[in-house]
Each structure stands twice: as C-alpha cells, then as structure tokens.
C-alpha cells in the first residue's frame, strides 16, 4: 500500500471517483465519507457516494446525504459507478467483507483503491494506496488530515465541517474516550471556526428517535439483560420477537450496548441481535479487556481494542451457549497474558 499523500496530486478532474464506507453507515462512516465527497467537489472532481446498504433515520440531516447512492436500493447504477471508476475511496472498514455484497464487485473494479480507516490489522492487499491508524479518534479526523495536506485548506466549508465534527463526535462518545487527543480538540476547535452548530449536531444524533425506541430500550434492559459478575460482564441478547414487536428499524439499536457499562463494576458488555440472515454482535469495553481479539478470535469480527462487533450464523441460543463458554475461556488467557 503506497502512501496516502501521493493521491491527491495523482486525481484529474477527468476521472470518476467512488468513495464507500461499511455497510449500516455509523455518523464517522457518513460523515467521512460525505466530507470527503464536498471537499472533492468542491476542488473540481467528479466524485459519487456508495454505501453498502441503507442508513439510519438519524443521519438524513447531513449535508450531501440525498445524492448518496445505496447499493441495496440501486444496484444497477452503483455496480456500474463502481465498475468505471478510476478511484475508490474505502472509509471507516479495514476489510472488503464490511460492505457485504459490494465485496466482490469492489474486488474486481480496475480502479485504484485508496484506505483511509483506523481499524485493527487492514487487508493491506488490496489497497493500492491509503492510510490506516489505529491511534486516530475517527475516520473524520484522518479525512481533515487529508484535507489540510492537500494543499486546498481553503476549500473547507461549514458543510465540510460539519460532517466531520459529528463523525469525531459520535467516535470519541462525545469527547469522552482515550483517543480523544490534543489534536482532536485543535481540530474541532478548527472546525468551529465555521459557524458549526455544534449543540444542533448533537441533538440530531441522540434526540432524534421515536417513542417505540425507548420502550424497546426499556424492555431489553428489564427482560433481556443478563449479568455475568464473576467475569465483570454483561450480555443482551435480543429476539426476533422483541425488534418485531417494537418495530425496530436501522439505528434504533445504536448505542444500546454501551448501558450496561454504567454498573459499577461491569467492565465489558455484550450485545446479541437477531437479524434476518445472521446474528450480530457488538461488543465494548473499558479498559483492559480486548474486543477485537475477542470478536475476531470466536465471533468472525474485529475492531477496536475497546470497541468491536462481529457476526455469526448460529442461533441466538446456540450464540449465548457459545458466549459464555468462551468469555471464561477468554479471561483466563487474559489472566495469563
Ligand atoms: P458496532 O458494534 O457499532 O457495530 O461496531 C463496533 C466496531 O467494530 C466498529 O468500529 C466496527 O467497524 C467494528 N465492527 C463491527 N462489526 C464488525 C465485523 O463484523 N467485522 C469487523 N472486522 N469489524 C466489525
Ligand atoms: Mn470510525
């Protein structure tokens, strides 16, 4: 992989750009992508957004969000942007796999494939160009690096930073985790300096759900919580039933596996989702317990140290069974280590 500051003397305004992120795009997979896309624009170049699959309600007020393309939805024409492009920009995922049936055609693309992510152990292979830094809050952060590298600072906007702004914000947990660096403040401190309303972002995110959300947050958190105090663990595991019964739909999960980390003394939390076509984990931490070895090691996943997901095709049960077998299996090894 060749270093990510030969990209954007190497664009032409001739060519067709293609920037992509993971699929269920979070605010930081969005809204890098969706600034990378106006900085791009806005210095000439023909550029389209893919995401993978839908998005949630909770992102539609982005700057830029009605042009993107969803690859679910609109198939034939993303297959075909996809197909001519000279450039495809992978933001936020580490691996094809994360923007699922866009993997293959994503593969077999002649256009350079350029990584801006800071995932755990990237499939380096097939990028051609790009960065990958697991020390960086955000993928939003590496994109303003990249825009204040590019020699056209001048070209930031508000829209600009106010993409970027809610991506760092949704990653750090509004400012709170460890990556939350120096750098990350003098950078929102930059963006602040375009009139970003930094309050109304917020709310957009985290007061922008309907009733149905809460009282499905309630009834998981009473029925559906198990915890496991001899390894400082919590787990949920949710039915079909219960996202059915509440009417659940993209994003209404976000954030749920965090609740648990508020009990005094839980050091990791797990949450179990029954989709349609797999079950789907999400795993954080604080600390010194290793989610993405976790999730990678038995849950065919990956991430973050603190923070990971992964995925399976066994039951819910089957899934729980697997969980806790594994979580003793995994904390002696950690004891050890
Ligand atoms: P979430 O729990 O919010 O879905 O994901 C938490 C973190 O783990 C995110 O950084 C996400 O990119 C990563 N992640 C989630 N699911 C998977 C997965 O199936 N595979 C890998 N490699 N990473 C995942
Ligand atoms: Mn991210």
């Known amino acids: 992989m060749k270093e990510i500051n030969e990209v954007f003397q190497s664009l032409s305004p001739a060519d067709s750009i293609v920037i992509t992120m993971h699929q269920k795009p979070d605010p930081d997979a969005m809204g890098s992508a969706l600034a990378l896309y106006l900085f791009l624009r806005q210095a000439g170049f023909n550029c389209r957004v893919i995401s993978p699959t839908n998005w949630a309600d909770f992102l539609e007020w982005m700057p830029g ?18 197909q001519f492009a000279n450039w495809i920009f992978c933001l936020d995922f580490n691996n094809m796999s994360r923007t699922r049936f866009m993997e293959e055609p994503l593969l077999q693309s002649p256009a350079k494939k350029v990584l801006i992510d800071h995932h755990r152990e990237p499939q380096l292979e097939v990028f051609h160009y790009g960065i990958s830094d697991i020390s960086k809050s955000s993928t939003c952060e590496m994109v303003y690096d990249f825009i204040i590298s590019s020699g056209k600072e ?31 403040h003098h950078m929102v401190a930059y963006l602040k300096g375009f009139d970003i309303q930094h309050a109304k972002i917020h709310s957009a995110i985290y007061d922008n759900f ?34 059915q019964k509440f009417h659940i739909k993209t994003g209404d999960t976000e954030g749920l596996v965090n609740y648990p980390l508020s009990i005094q003394g ?8 029954d989709r349609d076509e797999e079950r789907k984990w999400s795993f954080r931490s604080k600390e010194h317990f290793d989610c993405n070895t976790f999730a990678r090691k ?6 973050h140290y603190n923070a990971s997901g992964g995925r399976s095709l066994d ?23």
Do not use: W
């Open 266 to 273: 839980i050091e990791m939390a797990a949450l179990l989702i």
């Open 154 to 184: 001048q070209l930031m906007n508000k829209e600009i930073a106010t993409c970027l702004y809610a991506g760092v914000m949704a990653d750090t947990g509004s400012f709170r985790f460890a990556s939350t660096t120096a750098s990350v």
């Open 298 to 303: 038995y849950f065919n996943g990956g991430g």
């Open 65 to 82: 969000i009605q042009e993107v393309v969803d690859y679910e939805h609109s198939k034939d024409q993303a297959n075909q942007l996809i």
């Open 210 to 243: 309907q009733e149905n959300r809460l009282r499905f947050i309630g009834h998981v958190l009473t029925f559906r919580m198990e915890i496991l105090y001899e390894f400082n663990t919590a787990l949920i595991a949710i039915p079909k039933s219960d996202t």
């Open 315 to 337: 039951s819910l049960e089957e899934n729980v069974a697997k969980f806790k077998m594994v979580l003793k299996e995994f904390s002696s090894l950690q004891q050890q280590s």
